[in-house]
């Protein structure tokens, strides 16, 4: 299976004043074609960072990343505009930045089509494709101001979707929705993903949508903690320098609190807290 997404040692430098925060911190990941992944964490951990970075809205500070075989940090400010347009969809958690209030369910889908230089007849075939695939054909003409908000992020959806992008970043798609709304989204990304080939990347705060995606990454001050499933037992994940963070839930169930010893035993390595040194 090829990949879709390749970051290596990505580092990103935020400049605040005189002030430097490190966003992320030598991330190293990596995203199959077709693939439904949930990313998530703590607030600053470095989830939406690397959603702009993947976007093509902001630049690495150093390290690299390719989306599709592009390569994001050799690019020209127009090769990038161009990328963002036409490479990635992207969903804002404020769905409203993805349509026009003014124009009809339709013409929002048609729009980016128009500005490409689609014909008249390929846009409007795609648009109602796409609103039947999301379940709004019957909306196709309704102002957006009377659909619900669940309605509004399909239509989104449908936008950010226009012009046929391999992958599709979506940051708090379903923040501002109830939970069966949000549900409701998830398992239609979850379709578009398995029976469309999408590549679909979501940075979420909820665990019992983050469960519904093929795999779930944690962010940790801006480097990956784990990934896999949600469960018990959890995947750590192991950077190229061979670090390994392990979850601070995970640390206090086991009684460890600022250090911990490791040795080799049969088949891994066992982890314990050193003598006086405990958990509170």
């Not at 026009?100 to 109602?128: D, F, Q, W």
Request: hydrophobic fraction near 40%; charged fraction near 25%; proline fraction near 3%.
């Amino acid at each position: 299976m090829t990949q879709i997404i390749e970051c290596d040692n990505l580092i990103k430098i935020h400049k605040q004043g005189n002030l430097e925060v490190v966003a992320l911190q030598g991330l190293d990941f990596a995203m199959n074609r077709g693939e439904f992944i949930s990313i998530v964490g703590k607030s600053g951990a470095g989830k939406s960072t690397l959603l702009q970075i993947l976007a093509g809205l902001e630049i690495p500070s150093a390290g690299q990343v390719e989306v599709a075989g592009v390569d994001l940090t050799d690019l020209s400010p127009k090769q990038r505009v161009n990328y963002y347009r036409r490479g990635v969809g992207f969903l804002w958690q404020d769905f409203t930045r993805n349509l026009l209030p003014y124009l009809r369910a339709i013409h929002n889908i048609e729009l980016p089509m128009l500005l490409a230089g689609v014909s008249t007849r390929r846009r409007k075939k795609r648009a109602l494709a796409l609103l039947d695939a999301v379940g709004l054909r019957s909306s196709a003409y309704a102002r957006v101001h009377t659909m619900s908000g669940g309605e509004q992020q399909r239509l989104a959806l449908c936008v950010a979707l226009a012009l046929g992008p391999q992958l599709l970043l979506a940051d708090e798609p379903t923040g501002e929705l109830d939970t069966e709304t949000s549900l409701g989204i998830y398992d239609l990304l979850h379709r578009m993903s398995h029976e469309g080939g999408l590549s679909v990347l979501v940075v979420t705060h909820d665990v019992a949508l983050a469960r519904r995606s093929d795999r779930v990454v944690r962010l940790a001050d801006g480097r990956m903690a784990t990934q896999g499933r949600y469960q018990t037992q959890e995947l750590l994940a192991v950077d190229r320098r061979g670090m390994v963070q392990i979850p601070r839930e995970l640390l206090i169930e086991a009684g460890i609190a600022d250090a911990l010893s490791a040795r080799l035993v049969d088949g891994g390595i066992l982890l314990e807290p050193l003598e006086g040194d405990h958990g509170d």
